[in-house]
Each structure stands twice: as C-alpha cells, then as structure tokens.
C-alpha cells in the first residue's frame, strides 16, 4: 500500500467509528444493511458526518488548488501539480458520502416519515441536500434519481444512472432538486413532531427556526453557485427567500454569526476536526503548509492609510515554531509558493492553520453556511442578479460580510495576537459609510465582484471546497488566477473536476460512460 492510499484509509477510518450505525457499504449496495436503531443515534453522526466529509481528504484537495495551502509532499503535492487520478478520494465518494451521510440521512427521512418525526426529517432534508451539493460540485453529474435504492426485493437498483448536474439542482421528472428537498425540509420543520430533536441535533440543540434560517440560506448558497450560468433561476431562489416572513428576510436566513450552521469536534484525539488532525497530529501532518498567496493577500490587501496587515493573518496563520524544542513563534510566517519545489527547512518551522481555523485543540468549527458568507452572496447577487434588498445595498451587504468574519475570528483568537474590535475597525472603518479601502466597493461590476469574492474567501478560510467553488464559477479571488510554476495534469490548468473512483466505474458502468477530464467544467461553471 502507498502513502497515497494510506492518507485515505487514515482519515476515513474516524469516520466509521463514528458512524458506527451504518455498515461500510458500496454505493449501489442495499440502504437496509444499517442496523435498525433509534432516529436519535444516526442524526448526530449523520451531521458530524457530513462535516467530515468537507473537512477531511476532499478538503486537503480545495484547499490546496484554491491556494490557501501548499502540497509539501503526499497527496497534496500531487494536488499542488494539479495531477488528479481514479485513484483519489475512493473513499471519501463511497466511505464519507454515499455510505455516511448520504445513506444515514435517507434513513433518518423515510424512518422519521413513518413515525411523524418531522422535526428529524425537516433536518435531515436539508442537510442530505447540502451533502448532494458536496458529491454534485466535486464530480459534476452523479447517480441521484436511483441512488441510495439499492438492489432490493421491491425493485431496487444496483447500477444506478448518471443524472445531469443541473437536474440535480433544479430537479427532473423523476426527482425532485436540491432546492425543492430543502423547500420540503422547511416545511416538515413546521409540521411538528412526536419526539423533539434535543441534544441529538448538534449544531443547534433543537432550535428549530435556526434549521430554517440555516435552510433558506443554503437555498442562497446553491443559487449563488449556479447564478454564473443560469442568473434567472438563481435571482428566482433570491427573490423567493427574501419574499418570506413579509419580506423580513433578516428573520429568514442567517443574519447573526450565532446562528451559523457550523459543526464542532471534540478536543481529545481521535474526535478532533480532521482540519486539525491531518495538519497537527497525524502521520502526514507535514504535508501541508499555509500558502505564501494567502499571506500575501491578507499583508498586501491594506487601507491606503495604513500599512498594516489585515489583523485576521495572526489568528488564521500560525507563525513558525523556533525548533522542536522551542515553540516561540518566530518573526514571520514560514509559507511557500504554490507549485515550487519541496522544501528542505525543518519541517517544525512550517506556518500551519491557527485557531480561528481548526479551534482550540481541533474542535473546529467547521464552517458549512455562515452570515459572513450570506452577506457576500447577497452582495454578489445584488450586482450580478439586479435583486433588491430591503434596506441594503451592496455596498452595506459588503461591509457586513467582513464585519461579521472579523467579529467571528475574535472569538476564536490566538491568545498572542488577539483579534480585538477596535483592530477591526481600525483596518475597515467603524460603518459601511465610513469603510476604508479596505472595505468599499470600488470599480467596475467585475472588480466589486472581485473584491466580494475575495472577502469570501478570507472569510471562508479553512473550507477549501467553497473556494474552489467560486474560484471555478467567477474566476476571483483575482490573486489565485496565475498558474502553479509546476502546474501539470490535463493541459496544466487548475482542475475543474475531480474524477469518477476506478473501483466504482469498475462496478457500475454507468459511471464509465459519464468520464470527463479534470479540465471539462461543471454545468454551473459558465465562467
């Protein structure tokens, strides 16, 4: 086995620990394996679940080709070539996936269905979309009108079909989409329940009109990915959200950094966040080292009255470590280029994530959909779609997003260098209407979006996934654009795609006939 392999079969195997309810099936096998247990043990797995998918393997991959981190060696150096194979995130498709999330989620909604727990089902529609759009913008068109069937008595199907990526978002005849699952999870939200989802919801302790804020907001979410290429669509989901509560849309979606739909790990090793674990504590933990394009971004990017730093480097970044013995920072940050060649310095001194990132001791939180990113996507929509909302601007909107990240990060701050209110408004002003350079829109409609993208993705550091995302779909944050100095793989340009697993076009030649290259995009990806 080679250390590729072994980097999988690590971090999946804290996976199935914790989902211990569900057997380690293959895709196309039966959703009746599982053993039969109570709704309030697969809903917290299922959650913390889908957290680890995006935070683990496929995250090491986003963060690497969206230029938050550098492929030291292992996996990501491959990644950092822009070099994909077959042989890649197997596991994160079949383990972390269809036979994690996917699969508990399916089962919390049909056995929820049957018992009126509608609460556990409103919940699980909402965060199965989330995991669809995870599958959907990773490989593009996936099994979902047949999946998760199944070769059962009652006319399964073990090789399931290809559906196209945009009947996955907008729905077919055969399926409803992701907008109209999480139009029904809101809906199952309102119908009551016979048992209360309490502690088993672990990201908001059954707080049933934050699932709702949390899944209207990611109905924004997936419009915004999809606005590039179908901007008429996209403005028809904003319209629709704003439209709720008699347009009071700050009582519809996520308007405050407490009511992210966020997931916490624990402290203790083997229950930490994978972002930590692959970076601090596991065998591979020096594969991968911050990238001198994201501190350069945050010490470049300053108000013209100022030559400070964006005050968010020290608590996203940590400083080189003296040596093994010593562990004061040193005066700066030891990062490399994306695409240079390996580095030779002791690895002890690398510059890795801090704590706004991966938590004290790991616990995260691992950022799904957050108010930051929220702001930005109506502010992006503002500009991109011609919507109207109430009482902002983008301008406002745009001001908000970063408000809202630098108040998050505070909280999560290195006890060295505290994030403190009056650093924030210092380097952004103390209101949109008096924002320094920093923090106004400024330019054409490609440069404001340019700059929205850009905060998004400070904001959004740690989920490299959602980078990749708007990376593909806008081009921005400009700064990523150049190519890596040792850029290879298909026509060595930044893959766009990941590839189907051998092992599973192997077992369902459906997905044989569906291969495209790393370089052909998405459906949603018109940029």
């Not at 914790?18 to 196309?28: E, H, M, Q, R």
């Not at 952004?428 to 320094?436: D, Q, Y």
């Amino acid at each position: 086995m080679n250390l590729r392999k072994i980097s999988k079969v690590l971090f999946v195997l804290p996976v199935t620990l914790v989902l211990g309810c569900s057997d380690f099936l293959d895709i196309n096998d039966s959703p009746n394996s599982p053993v039969d247990v109570p709704l309030s043990a697969i809903m917290g797995p299922a959650i913390g679940g889908a957290a680890f998918a995006n935070a683990n393997e496929l995250n090491r991959f986003g963060a690497v080709v969206s230029d938050y981190l550098y492929g030291a060696a292992g996996s990501p150096r491959s990644y950092d070539t822009y070099v994909l194979t077959g042989g890649d995130f197997g596991n994160q498709w079949t383990g972390e996936l269809w036979n994690g999330p996917l699969i508990m989620f399916d089962k919390i909604i049909k056995k929820g269905t049957e018992q009126g727990n509608f609460n556990y089902v409103g919940v699980a529609k909402i965060m199965q979309a989330y995991t669809w759009s995870l599958v959907t913008d990773v490989w593009g068109d996936i099994p979902y009108s047949e999946a998760l069937r199944g070769e059962t008595a009652d006319g399964g199907i073990y090789r399931p079909k290809v559906d196209s990526q945009e009947s996955i978002y907008k729905g077919s005849a055969e399926k409803p989409g992701l907008f109209a699952l999480i139009r029904e999870g809101i809906a199952d939200l309102d119908k009551g329940t016979n048992l209360p989802l309490g502690a088993d919801d672990v990201v908001y302790g059954g707080n049933i009109a934050l699932w709702k804020r949390a899944g209207y907001t990611l109905m924004l979410r997936l419009a915004t990915t999809i606005s590039v290429k179908d901007p008429e669509y996209a403005k028809s989901i904003f319209n629709e959200v704003l439209a709720v509560n008699g347009g009071a849309w700050r009582n519809t979606v996520i308007s405050n950094n407490s009511h992210n739909l966020s997931v916490k790990f624990g402290g203790a090793l083997g229950s930490q966040s994978p972002t930590y674990t692959y970076m601090f504590v596991s065998l591979f933990m020096n594969e991968l080292i911050v990238s001198k394009r994201f501190t350069d971004l945050l010490q470049n990017n300053t108000p013209t009255n100022t030559t400070d730093d964006d005050p968010r480097l020290p608590v996203l970044v940590k400083k080189g470590q003296r040596t093994p013995t010593d562990p004061t920072p040193t005066a700066d940050w030891v990062v490399f280029e994306n695409g240079s060649p390996p580095p030779t310095v002791n690895p002890v001194t690398f510059s890795k994530w801090n704590t706004a990132v991966v938590g004290a001791n790991g616990v995260g939180p691992v950022r799904l959909v957050t108010n930051a990113g929220r702001a930005f996507m109506m502010a992006e929509a503002i500009l991109r779609l011609g919507i109207t909302v109430p009482g902002e601007t983008a301008q406002t909107l745009y001001y908000e997003g970063i408000r809202a990240s630098m108040d998050e990060y505070g909280t999560l701050t290195d006890a060295a260098f505290p994030l403190t209110s009056a650093a924030a408004t210092a380097y952004i002003g103390a209101s949109s209407a008096t924002a320094t350079t920093v923090a106004k829109l400024a330019g054409s409609v490609d440069q404001q979006i340019n700059q929205i993208i850009t905060q998004k993705y400070i904001a959004m550091a740690g989920n490299g996934l959602e980078a990749w995302n708007d990376i593909r779909r806008t081009g921005f944050p400009a700064h990523t654009q150049p190519e890596h100095q040792a850029a290879a793989g298909e026509d060595g340009k930044r893959p766009v795609r990941a590839r189907y697993p051998d092992a599973d076009i192997a077992r369902n030649p459906n997905l044989g006939a569906a291969v495209k290259k790393t370089n052909e995009k998405m459906w949603w990806d018109a940029n």
